[in-house]
């Protein structure tokens, strides 16, 4: 285990020292929604004698700096004895709070007494003592750090265990769908993905390779096209924003042990040694789950009918085959001496390569990938002149389709790739795991609270598992339709599907479908609207114009009142934001309480409806707190 990746946040007191840049003004100035947020002693901004330290420290308003960005493990030195050590990776502090210290990038450092106390402080408990969180998530892949983004904006102390010593910086993944850009925007986590993504035709996305785009415009979305973006860039944002907001990631720490059999309920973690106790344990980590391994949990589905390969790769040589710029996927895939191949430029000189027989010669799927097979693919599919400078990863992938039958088994709930892997094809996985994290981060931060209501918990599972198997069943016919050396009979589905596919409603279903704009969740409830997405409406309260989306950045449900049916007075928990507001083009609606993953869980046309059914629906759907 790496010590240094340990960083704190969560609590009074305690916070994320991190040191990429100046730091914000005062104590706790954040990069995140809710990052200010602190209690007891941290609630003052400002307190606490903390200064930069290593060259180019920042200089924060109030008492407290940056730390630095040169070379070296710079040390931040607080004056209490709360002391933790934070990433160095990301935008001012979250949580600050008098007396802490963190580590930095910057060159330097302090003195050595000061180094040493930031580096107990760092290290975990010795094994046969067992830290105590709310939650703790296997696996900082996509899912796995919005989960803990999530769980952090709503204050719950929250740890990451990751296996790998640090980001592998691999593709991966097929980029940012419409309805993943809209949460990631209602939570300020798009402008930091669109900086970091790569720049792509205005081109919609495709069903099972096949040449007519899928047209995402008639869906009321401001993200009608797919985002091109490594997978590691978007966990590189996840994981600043999660260490702002006080959650704690700890890499080189492979799960080795689960124990749900503890009499208090919740479950015991070992991870490398180092042993947790939480409420709950949610597995992020993954197809090949340590987690659900070790609960002997079976993972029903079908093996994979093929092996290939993908590789982000640097070129020494490019013939005019190969592709410049970004465009519809089945431009960019082409068949020759025995190969299929894509290659898509990703930037920083980088390209992902993704290949594979089209003779069925396949490698093995444990086989290392090597050199002299990637060249001999790009030559094979590209020509001579695309030569191959150096491979910067690799890794292999099948079509195998799987799922657990449940998310939840007590204290352990299951998202992403842990619980569900598919055939990939159309930019799903990514986007399907985030999804998932969106879903349960709410539900599970307002059990770890004692405020969910009967069966909310429960609800993670019942509206994500059916959405998984959706894309399980369309992943699998796109595998049939992009077959790379398709029989007649194929040939022939493909002629037809593509010609459907130029017929509007088909496109739109379909389109729908693969952005997830089209998800509507089975809620109780009689108003049409229920269970639907929000769009991001464009609003007009009392303090000026504004979007739904910079509404929703603290993570809580909104109460919208379009038409001033909500009673005044009217009392709302903690959890719930009312915004009394107008919208020229609005839902059909006079009031809507609007979930905090973005869809309707009541609605109203008048003021009597409203009186009638809006605080049952509360107590139903979102909090039993007063």
């Known amino acids: 285990m790496r010590d240094t990746t340990i960083t704190d946040g969560a609590g009074a007191g305690s916070g994320a020292g991190q040191g990429a840049g100046p730091g914000g003004p005062g104590a706790g100035q954040g990069a995140g929604p809710g990052a200010g947020r602190r209690a007891g002693t941290d609630a003052v901004p400002g307190t606490g004698a903390e200064a930069g330290a290593g060259a180019g420290a920042g200089a924060g308003g109030g008492a407290r700096g940056g730390s630095g960005t040169g070379g070296g493990a710079g040390v931040v030195a607080g004056a ?17 709070g008098p007396g802490r210290a963190g580590t930095g990038p910057g060159g330097g450092g302090a003195g050595p007494e000061a180094t040493r106390s930031a580096r107990d402080a760092a290290r975990p408990p010795a094994p046969a003592e067992a830290e105590t969180v709310e939650v703790v998530i296997a696996g900082a892949g996509p899912t796995g750090l919005t989960l803990a983004c ?14 790998l010593e640090r980001p592998v910086e691999q593709v991966k993944g097929g980029g940012i769908q419409s309805r993943t850009a809209e949460l990631l925007e209602a939570r300020g986590l798009l402008a930091p993905v669109l900086r970091r993504s790569v720049p792509r035709e205005p081109v919609g996305g495709h069903f099972g390779m096949l040449p007519v785009p899928l047209d995402c415009t008639p869906w009321r979305t401001r993200h009608p096209f ?19 907001l006080g959650a704690r990631i700890l890499r080189g720490a492979a799960v080795t042990a689960v124990d749900t059999a503890g009499p208090d309920g919740g479950v015991t973690v070992t991870a490398d040694g180092h042993r947790v106790r939480a409420r709950y344990l949610v597995a992020c980590d993954g197809g090949h789950s340590t987690v659900r391994k070790l609960l002997g949990l079976p993972f029903p589905g079908r093996d994979g009918s093929y092996v290939a390969t993908l590789a982000d790769v640097r070129l020494a040589g490019a013939s005019p085959l190969v592709p410049r710029s970004i465009g519809h996927a089945s431009g960019l895939t082409r068949r020759a001496g025995g190969y299929w191949a894509m290659l898509v430029p990703v930037g920083d000189e980088r390209h992902r390569l993704t290949f594979g027989r089209s003779d069925g010669a396949d490698a093995a799927r444990d086989a290392p990938v090597t050199h002299e097979e990637v060249a ?52 799903q996985g990514l986007n399907l795991g985030v999804q998932d994290a969106f879903n349960l981060g709410w539900k599970l931060a307002a059990a770890v609270r004692g405020r969910a209501p009967a069966g909310l918990l429960d609800s993670y599972h019942t509206e994500r598992h059916p959405v998984a198997a959706q894309v399980l069943h369309h992943t699998s016919a796109q595998r049939v339709l992009a077959d790379p050396e398709p029989t007649e009979d194929v040939a ?37 609207l229920t269970g639907h997405r929000v769009p991001d409406l464009d609003l007009v309260t009392r303090s000026g114009p504004t979007r739904l989306s910079a509404l929703s950045t603290a993570g809580r449900a909104v109460l919208l009142d379009l038409a001033g049916v909500v009673p005044a007075g009217f009392g709302t928990p903690a959890a719930i934001d009312l915004v ?47």
């Open 492 to 528: 022939a589905l493909r002629d037809i599907v593509t010609d459907l596919l130029r017929l509007p409603d088909a496109n739109r279903h379909l389109a729908g479908l693969m952005s997830g704009l089209s998800l509507r969740y089975e809620l109780s409830g009689e108003h049409p």
């Open 376 to 427: 001999a693919a790009l030559r094979a599919v590209y020509g001579e002149e695309t030569v191959l400078d150096r491979v910067d990863s690799a890794s292999r992938f099948s079509d195998a389709t799987r799922q657990l039958k449940r998310y939840r088994e007590g204290c352990v709930l299951f998202a992403g790739d842990a619980a569900h892997i598919h055939p990939p094809l159309g930019g």
């Open 80 to 96: 209490g004895a709360d002391s933790r050590a934070g990433d160095g990776s990301g935008p001012g502090a979250g949580r600050g």
């Open 150 to 163: 999530e769980l952090a904006l709503a204050g719950v102390r929250t740890l990451v265990l990751e296996r």
């Open 580 to 626: 009394r507001a107008s919208c020229a083009e609005g839902p059909a609606a006079a009031a809507l309480l609007i979930r905090p993953d973005g869809y309707v869980c009541w609605a109203a046309d008048d003021a009597g409806g409203c009186r009638r059914t809006l605080l049952p629906a509360i107590r139903e759907h979102l909090t039993t707190a007063p």
């Open 226 to 244: 797919p985002i091109a973006i490594a997978q590691w860039r978007v966990e590189e944002v996840l994981a600043e924003r999660a260490l702002a």
